[in-house]
């Protein structure tokens, strides 16, 4: 009966294992963003001035966002990732964009528009 029961817990462990599993490859199916130092707007030159963003594409890293250290230059720097490295020495490359100050910034799925907005 004990090896009955240890059995029946290793399966519901074993399946429950294998859902998440599945949960999180799906997520990481489609193109998404991850905010990972937090978003500060200045309300006094009504933009962002600081937070970083990764950029992700089947769970791999394609593109990394500095929207910079607190001043208020509607300027934020681009990482361009190669194969998920986002180091320059790995290839990555870097460029400046100008900040679009009335778009939010959210953690979640982005769409294709986003994503070709953002240069992958």
């Known amino acids: 009966m ?5 059995f029946s817990k290793f399966i519901i462990v074993f399946l429950l294992f294998a859902l998440f599993s599945a949960c999180n490859k799906e997520e990481c199916e489609y193109k998404s963003k991850y905010i990972y130092e937090p978003i500060v707007f200045d309300e006094e030159c009504n933009c962002i001035v600081s ?3 990764k950029y992700l594409k089947d769970c791999v890293t394609v593109i990394l966002v500095d929207y910079g250290d607190g001043t208020c230059d509607h300027m934020a720097t681009k990482t361009i990732c ?3 490295r986002c180091e320059l020495s790995a290839g ?5 964009f ?3 100050c009335d778009k939010i910034i959210e953690d979640g799925p982005i769409s294709d528009d986003e994503a070709a907005q953002m240069g992958y």
């Open 2 to 6: 004990d090896t009955l029961n240890i």
């Open 51 to 53: 937070g970083k963003v």
């Open 82 to 84: 190669k194969n998920g």
């Open 98 to 100: 100008e900040v679009d």
């Open 92 to 96: 990555a490359f870097e460029e400046q």
